[in-house]
């Protein structure tokens, strides 16, 4: 029986809810050798002043980022491999190429026995770790909500306050008159409100990952501690 993909794990019989091109892009695994490579342009890309700073702390580690802008070309490398700790891993890196310098958003998710979920270590040292709901949306898309957020650096470990988090609610299906997929993001905080958020369409070619994953898509170091 084929190896079931992350996402099959944590939706269960309602992966077979989603699109078959959704499907297709979150059905990879490091058995399946095949990676996603997708392309397009955002239309929007926003955030809030009041949180310009700490977005900017988050450039350091490719976690958001300060800036603004349309028709921002955009690419997202997903590829399925095993970590150094034995877990089935999915890369998520986006860049963002904005006039002068490129942005990186990046992230790698695994499914937790223990939590029973998604967890999304974000950035590329692994050091934010955080739950992931996801469901599948009325349009066949995927509908991914953040939950819990634990910071994770040698021994220190503990969870974000609620209050001090960014509540991420994601959305990417596949519009079959537009023949492309499409994705919107936003992420709030629980006080303050709206603080960055990105929605656009770009197209996805499956490629042959049997060879070497790029080094520069997987983190710099990576955590044990779900």
């Known amino acids: 029986m084929p190896a079931k993909s992350i996402y099959e794990r944590a939706l269960g019989a309602s992966f077979a809810k989603l699109h078959p091109r959704i499907r297709e892009r979150f059905g990879l695994t490091s058995e399946g050798g095949i ?32 800036d603004a802008g349309s028709r921002v070309p955009f690419t997202i490398e997903n590829y399925a491999y095993i970590d150094s700790f034995g877990r089935e891993t999915v890369t998520w890196v986006r860049k963002f190429r904005f006039p002068g310098k490129i942005r990186r958003f990046d992230a790698t998710m695994i499914y937790s026995r223990s939590r029973g979920t998604i967890v999304d270590y974000l950035g590329d040292r692994q050091h934010l770790a955080v739950d992931l709901n996801i469901a599948p949306a009325p349009n066949g898309g995927i509908r991914i ?45 629980p006080m303050f409100g709206p603080v960055f958020g990105y929605s656009g369409t770009f197209q996805a070619e499956l490629i042959d990952s049997r060879g070497a994953i790029p080094d520069d898509v997987k983190p710099l170091r990576e955590e044990a501690r779900e």
């Open 145 to 189: 909500r953040s939950g819990e957020q634990r910071f994770y650096e040698g021994p220190l470990q503990f969870r974000f306050p609620r209050p001090l988090t960014g509540v991420a609610d994601v959305c990417e299906w596949y519009d079959d008159e537009a023949r492309a997929y499409k994705i919107e993001v936003n992420v709030t905080n």
């Open 35 to 66: 990676a996603s490579i997708g392309r397009g342009t955002m239309d929007r890309i926003w955030y809030a002043k009041w949180a310009a700073v700490p977005l900017y702390i988050g450039t350091k580690r490719h976690i958001m980022f300060p």
